[in-house]
């Protein structure tokens, strides 16, 4: 098992370009997560889904999109980044509410 | 709103040193999850207590929810230089199980 894939795992970005973080898992989890870490800080829920179909926001959605076509792929859309969505974004997964939360490597994003 | 606060915010030990964090919640919590994130790294699940008072140990690692399940701690006997890393503990957001809050963590660091 891979457990939950995010690529890149690096990326640098000029300013107003657009990308898209993809995420996979393959423990046929229903819930899906994107989070930002910023430098010594915590994690901040961007985005989640409970099934394909289904998205929610976060805590800090502004500037960001999502979709949940399928249960496996969440990908996180950047339109227009800023200097400010610099950060390390990670994905994770969850069979259900009150379970543990297994998370991809990151994607290392910077905006210049 | 819902807060869930971690004290300390940095530790610095010797190797061989005991350590211990503490989590504090605003509300009460059904239960509770530790998480280790290894510098570079990404949050890794550590275990979930979900009764009043309740003890698990994990080797060197000795996890309590306190008895009003608002509070909780990690206590780490003799570290060791494996134990470097943040900690943080998340509890479900009140509002919408789906969602955890989670602490800022407490960074540790392990002088050989």
């Known amino acids: 098992n891979a457990g939950v894939t995010q690529t890149p795992k690096f990326r640098i970005l000029k300013i107003g370009q657009s990308m898209t973080l993809q995420c996979t898992q393959d423990m046929n989890h229903n819930y899906m997560y994107w989070y930002r870490q910023d430098p010594g800080m915590g994690l901040k829920l961007i985005y989640y889904s409970v099934g394909a179909g289904i998205t929610d926001k976060g805590e800090v959605p502004n500037g960001y999109n999502v979709s949940r076509s399928t249960t496996e792929d969440f990908p996180l859309r950047l339109e227009l980044a800023a200097p400010s969505q610099t950060s390390v974004y990670f994905c994770?997964?969850?069979?259900?509410?009150?379970?543990?939360?297994?998370f991809g490597d990151g994607t290392r994003l910077s905006i210049l | 709103g819902q807060q869930v606060m971690q004290i300390p915010q940095y530790q610095h030990v010797q190797e061989g040193e005991d350590f211990t964090t503490y989590c504090n919640s605003s509300?009460?919590?059904?239960?509770i999850q530790w998480y280790k994130q290894r510098p570079g790294g990404h949050p890794v699940f550590l275990i979930q207590?979900?009764?009043s008072g309740e003890v698990k140990k994990q080797k060197r690692l000795t996890f309590q929810f306190g008895e009003a399940k608002k509070n909780s701690s990690l206590h780490i006997t003799a570290t060791q230089t494996t134990d470097v890393g943040t900690y943080f503990c998340a509890g479900p957001n009140a509002g919408n199980n789906r969602k955890l809050i989670w602490g800022l963590g407490t960074s540790l660091a392990v002088n050989p």
């Open positions: 207590l979900v009764k």
């Open positions: 509300t009460t919590l059904s239960n």
């Open positions: 994770a997964s969850t069979g259900g509410a009150n379970q543990p939360q297994h």
